[in-house]
């Protein structure tokens, strides 16, 4: 059946009208991602590293005059390496990679045998009139990880990131080096979080327990042995069982399995545990007044409490 249309609506760019247009459109952006997976693929095959193949990969000429193919948000580089990292994980196969130091300890190391922080900086500097400003991000970056109060870095950087962003083509990547270099000069800006009820009540209980299994501190929650809590709403006539078990929660929807008994059961509204969550409440103010009751050990549900981390309100949340 032959469907009839005049206007796309695609993300990151303005819609694009009429027929002709439109379907030249959807075939330039069928070909750019086709030959982005395909030529980064090919590429793989040949021995190149994910660093590699973003350097490398051009599109055609054709595909590259389009101006919807063009970096204004994903970049080329961008979507390569994120082939890459599909097909192969992190590791490019180079042994000395298998086991990096972290950043810190490594920058430590990288500065000390560079000749130390001044004489980095010195060569940075003439990197930086040179023009060569992908280098001076890269040295610079180990002096302030050995040292964050270097305040001739830190400048040096965020001259560096404000050049780099204002040449950017990819929006995103002009916001990461501009915000680096407001944060280099100004402070680390918080980004703001909302956990409010009407969010949680657009999770499902399943998806609710899912976020606070990453939020268990592992090491903790280990050392605190098995715990088993069953979770009753009585305005949905859900029943949920979480079992806490070497470190990690797994939520079983129903009874637990070959009928263990919790060591508390908590009877409450999902609406009620929505609005604990969202820190409008606590499950003792609950408790206290009525809305929400709890058998078995009490105790039980004030120990896993002190399992969830708390949010650092300074770093986006991840969630499954």
Known sequence: MVREFDTVF???HWPTWGQERAVR???EQRDTYAYLHDQSVRLINAGRTGAEIAEELRLPEALDRAWHARGYYGTLSHNAKAVYQRYMGWFDGNPAHLWAHPPVEAAGRYVEFMGGAEA??????KSYADGDLRWVAEVVNHVLFADPDND????????TFERLGHSAESGPWRNFYLMGAAELRGGIIATPTRRAPDVLAALTAGQVFQSMAVRINGPRAAAAGRLLLRWEFTDTDETWTLLLSNGALTAMAGDAPRGEQPH???????TTLNAVLGGLTTFVDEITAGSATIDGDAMALADFSTLLDTPDPDFPLVTP
């Open 152 to 159: 001739e870095a830190r400048s040096l950087q965020a001259d």
């Open 10 to 12: 695609a993300s990151h």
């Open 120 to 125: 980095v900086l010195a060569k940075a500097r």
């Open 25 to 27: 459109f959807l075939e």
């Open 264 to 270: 508390a059961t908590l009877r409450l509204a999902r």
